[in-house]
């Protein structure tokens, strides 16, 4: 498979292009970023995201890897996600209770098959809608929007919510086509992976 080689660059323009279009949804109150890959465009983000005489958005983190796996079809090698960390609001309690109510949003680098974006949605709605009841909170609505940089365009393996799709809470750098993408913070050699970057214009 060919590669696709991105620049810090390229990675903050698409950061820039993506806040104006998450901004359209209304004030971000929480970025959860899922590492490792959504860490460094989070906080790219939140620099583009700040309103002015604002606090800064809190970012937290999720770990979230993907393990290879064999289905009960042998000849097929599945993915499993794997959850190595988990919010934690600690010092953040007194404006950070939970989610519920809030307008948050999560982080990814890419949008491969989707499996992880749709396992990070789905616990997070899980983890507040849990929240809620025990809280006799059900009345207020916790909204959930997802920025990745890029989202390959293939079949996916998992899905999000329609209503997050339908109403442009799914919002990408970039449609790619399925390549290998090669992010500048896996290069050994910054500037001659920043060169390759330049020559595919990815700048
Ligand atoms: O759409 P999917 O098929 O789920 O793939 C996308 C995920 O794969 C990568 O994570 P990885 O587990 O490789 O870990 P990393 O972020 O720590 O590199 C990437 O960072 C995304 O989170």
């Not at 109150?29 to 800064?56: W, Y």
């Not at 059900?138 to 929007?145: C, R, Y």
Request: net charge negative; proline share 3%; glycine share 8%.
């Amino acid at each position: 498979m060919s590669k696709s080689f991105i620049s810090y660059n390229n990675i903050h323009k698409l950061c820039k292009k993506g806040a104006s279009d998450i901004k359209q949804n209304g004030p971000v109150d929480l970025i959860i970023a899922i590492g490792g890959g959504g860490f460094i465009p989070a906080r790219i983000l939140r620099t583009f995201l700040k309103e002015e005489g604002k606090k800064n958005i809190p970012i937290q983190a999720i770990g979230l890897s993907l393990y290879e796996q064999m289905t009960e079809d042998e000849d097929k090698i599945g993915k499993e996600v794997v959850r190595t960390q988990w919010l934690d609001f600690g010092n953040l309690s007194q404006h950070f209770d939970s989610l519920i109510g809030k307008n948050v949003l999560i982080v990814d680098e890419v949008d491969d098959t989707r499996t992880t974006l749709h396992y990070a949605v789905s616990e997070l709605e899980r983890d507040v809608l849990e929240m809620q009841q025990k809280l006799g909170r059900t009345d207020e609505k916790t909204t959930f929007s997802v920025f990745v940089l890029h989202n390959k365009d293939k079949p996916k393996k998992a899905q999000l919510p329609d209503e997050m799709l339908q109403n442009g809470r799914y919002i990408v750098g970039e449609t790619v086509v399925d390549k290998w993408i090669i992010y500048p913070w896996d290069a050994q050699e910054i500037d001659e992976h920043t060169e390759k970057a330049q020559e595919q214009g990815n700048i």
